[in-house]
């Protein structure tokens, strides 16, 4: 796993900001458009604004996402859009037709990027996160249903987001032992935390009612609301194949320890209610996908060190986690 190596500083965003130039020169883009980053954690992501026209260019890291799984998220995006009334941004394809645009990056690989439209709104305001999550828990449940029914393309790929991807050999965001503030006492309480964790997942199972394609990153941050267009899902750079609960302990990321996150699971449920079942043995499993989503985030932490999130929550979203795990394994949660 590659992630941008943000230690470099100025000198680091300058060379993206390059890649993400030459990339530009494949579109109908004036060679004197505006370039601004908009923010980098896993991808680089740009406003591009040319002649009063917005658009989106995501700068892809190394060694995440071939051009094949690219290609396979922009066509489930792009389904979304056609097929199942959910809100997600039009890919605009280069000058040839290509959606996925190769660029070279001297002294590096070279990078894969992907221009966007771009769609106004801001991420929901934290003054009103209860509201903000029966609305998400309905768009949740007609991407489910989408992806229950869709016909993938026979060249379809993804990962998975399963145990083996959070505590196998290779785990996809390094191990939670190598999370921020992991000692001794962490490290006992999450071992239990681990161990609950894979029991359930193990009973719960993977049939195609449980598991299927999701969005794997649903999180508020991930959502632009408009107050007459409605509401954009954005940033399906994680897509893949999961229980369909990891999209709510999703939608809750780093917020897990909320004092109104049972009133926000409520609404969620709510929502998704309105669309699709969830049978009550589901629903009692919502705090393990929460914990299961929270675990993987410690290692996306201490994986993450560079990226600002990453460093504002540090060990402190560990001991937080240690908590939030003992309440789980006593069944008070």
């Known amino acids: 796993m590659e992630v941008h190596d943000l230690s470099g500083g100025d000198a680091v965003l300058a060379r993206i900001e390059r890649v993400a130039r030459r990339a530009l020169r494949h579109y109908d883009v004036s060679p004197d458009a505006h370039v601004a980053l908009i923010n980098v954690s896993e991808n680089a992501t740009f ?27 922009l066509d489930w995006l792009s ?14 394809p280069a000058r040839d037709g290509s959606r996925v645009v190769t660029v070279d990056d001297p002294g590096s690989a070279p990078r894969n990027c992907v ?65 921020a503030g992991v000692d001794r006492e962490a490290r006992a309480v999450l071992s239990t935390l681990e161990r609950e964790l894979r029991d359930r997942l193990a009973r719960f199972g993977k049939g195609p009612e ?25 940033d399906f750079d994680d897509c893949g194949l999961g229980w369909y ?3 709510l302990g999703a939608a809750v990321s780093f917020i897990e320890h909320h004092p109104r996150v049972p009133q926000m699971v409520d609404s969620w449920v709510r929502g998704y209610r309105t669309v699709l079942d969830l049978p009550r043995d589901d629903e009692n499993e919502i705090w393990t996908f929460i914990m299961f989503r929270r675990l993987l985030l410690v290692a996306w932490i201490g994986s993450h060190s560079a990226v600002d999130v990453a460093r504002e929550l540090g060990a402190g979203y560990t001991r937080g986690s240690c908590e939030l795990a003992e309440r789980y394994l006593s069944g008070s949660l």
């Open 115 to 179: 221009m966007f439209e771009y769609v106004p709104g801001a991420e929901p305001s934290e003054d009103h996160l209860v509201e903000h999550f029966e609305p998400l828990g309905a768009i949740t449940a007609r991407m489910h249903l989408h992806a229950r029914r869709w016909a993938r393309p026979a060249a379809f790929t993804r990962f998975r987001w399963d145990d083996d991807a959070a505590f196998g050999p290779e785990p996809r965001w390094g191990r939670w032992q190598d999370g």
């Open 47 to 73: 406003l591009v604004s040319d002649a009063g026209a917005h658009t989106i260019l995501r700068v892809h890291r190394l060694g995440y996402h071939s051009a094949e799984a690219i290609g396979s998220e």
């Open 79 to 92: 389904a979304l859009r056609d097929e199942a009334g959910v809100r997600t941004p039009a890919v605009l």
């Open 245 to 247: 609960l990891y999209d």
């Open 210 to 234: 449980r598991f299927g394609l999701i969005h794997a990153d649903l999180r508020l941050a991930n959502l632009l609301v408009d107050g007459t267009a409605g509401t954009t899902v954005i």
